[in-house]
């Protein structure tokens, strides 16, 4: 009679030899690790409509409104510093 597996123990088996199939997971899982280590959260209040507005484009885009935020501040930072470098 054959031993019959967990289901725990199958999604687990199924797991481990997805994770063999992708070894480079370990390192993109680092690199993003240490990337969110730079980073600090803040709060910031929007008018409903405005982030509404932005939660509409960042999903036509296919990124979250929170992405889409720090890419419009940060090409906004950059278009500023083109016009007046920094002395």
Do not use: C, N
Request: no cysteine.
């Amino acid at each position: 009679m054959p031993v019959k597996k967990k289901q725990g123990d199958q999604a687990a088996e199924i797991v481990a030899e997805w994770k063999a199939s992708r070894p480079d997971l370990k390192e993109k899982a680092k690199r993003i690790r240490k990337e969110r280590s730079h980073q600090k959260g803040i709060y910031i209040k929007f008018p409903e409509d405005l982030l509404e507005k932005i939660q509409e484009i960042a999903q036509q885009k296919h990124i979250g409104y929170q992405t889409y935020l720090k890419l419009i501040v940060g090409e906004h930072i950059e278009r500023l510093e083109k016009k007046s470098p920094r002395r």
